[in-house]
């Protein structure tokens, strides 16, 4: 009965991949009454991980109300797990808000012309991926993730950007979710919080290597 949010977290996450939502969602529920002591995170790790729960469940407008309890000055993490959420639910507007995400100037979302290339993948959609991705590696020469799905691209090896992230998959996008925390957290120098949740994000989604790297930097 003790709350304890590093442990309601794996234990709710442990229930959510052997698929028992019910139970997931009480541990995620515990969450938000712990995060109020989280200065960085208040609600938003617990009431995203809700939208995917009821995502899983098949229930995209119970998913999207979960987005609605974040404060706002997590706007541009919100936008990012709405698109994933209208990309797992095969949206229409997925293109054109992602296209929108990274035209926004408030934030650097450069790293975004990733996912919005591997969409376009999936959609089969090769020559404008292509041209994407060369656009951002020119203005962000040194984006490691960037430079390496350039590579594949010259070297048609498309399947390796894809097997990198699935949007159909909760899984890869929760672990987007936290590869952002522990980023956030390498940025304010918490060293031990940044690769706890980044082992996480590499436990959720193993196959995207280059993550990996904020590893090596922390």
Same mark, same amino acid.
């Given at each position: 009965d003790e709350y304890f949010f590093e442990i309601d977290l794996l234990l709710g996450l442990n229930s959510f991949i052997n698929k028992d939502y019910k139970t997931a969602e009480k541990y995620f529920m515990r969450l938000n009454n712990l995060s109020r002591r989280d200065l960085i995170f208040e609600n938003f790790i617990a009431n995203t991980l809700m939208a995917w729960t009821k995502a899983s469940k098949n229930k995209k407008d119970d998913g999207l109300k979960f987005f609605e309890n974040i404060p706002g000055q997590y706007r541009g993490l919100i936008k990012i797990q709405s698109i994933f959420l209208k990309c797992y639910f095969d949206s229409d507007e997925v293109?054109?808000?992602?296209?929108?995400?990274?035209?926004?100037?408030?934030?650097?979302?450069?790293?975004?012309?990733?996912?919005?290339?591997?969409?376009?993948?999936?959609?089969? #959609?090769?020559?404008?991926?292509?041209?994407?991705?060369?656009?951002?590696?020119? *203005?962000? !020469? @040194?984006? =490691? $993730?960037?430079?390496?799905?350039?590579?594949?691209?010259?070297?048609?090896?498309?399947?390796?950007?894809?097997?990198?992230?699935?949007?159909?998959?909760?899984?890869?996008?929760?672990?987007?979710?936290?590869?952002?925390?522990?980023?956030?957290?390498?940025?304010?120098?918490?060293?031990?919080?940044? #690769?706890?949740?980044?082992?996480?994000?590499?436990?959720?989604?193993?196959?995207? *290597?280059? !993550? @990996?790297? =904020? $590893?090596?930097?922390?």
């Amino acid at each position: 009965d003790e709350y304890f949010f590093e442990i309601d977290l794996l234990l709710g996450l442990n229930s959510f991949i052997n698929k028992d939502y019910k139970t997931a969602e009480k541990y995620f529920m515990r969450l938000n009454n712990l995060s109020r002591r989280d200065l960085i995170f208040e609600n938003f790790i617990a009431n995203t991980l809700m939208a995917w729960t009821k995502a899983s469940k098949n229930k995209k407008d119970d998913g999207l109300k979960f987005f609605e309890n974040i404060p706002g000055q997590y706007r541009g993490l919100i936008k990012i797990q709405s698109i994933f959420l209208k990309c797992y639910f095969d949206s229409d507007e997925v293109q054109t808000s992602y296209e929108e995400l990274i035209a926004d100037k408030d934030y650097d979302f450069s790293r975004y012309n990733f996912f919005l290339a591997n969409y376009l993948l999936f959609k089969n #959609n090769t020559l404008e991926a292509g041209n994407i991705i060369e656009k951002s590696r020119q *203005l962000n !020469n @040194s984006n =490691l $993730l960037i430079k390496q799905t350039e590579s594949f691209i010259l070297n048609n090896q498309e399947k390796k950007i894809k097997n990198f992230f699935n949007c159909k998959n909760a899984r890869d996008s929760i672990a987007e979710l936290f590869y952002i925390v522990a980023n956030l957290y390498a940025s304010e120098r918490y060293y031990s919080l940044s #690769n706890f949740y980044l082992r996480i994000s590499l436990f959720m989604n193993e196959k995207f *290597l280059t !993550n @990996s790297a =904020l $590893l090596a930097e922390n």
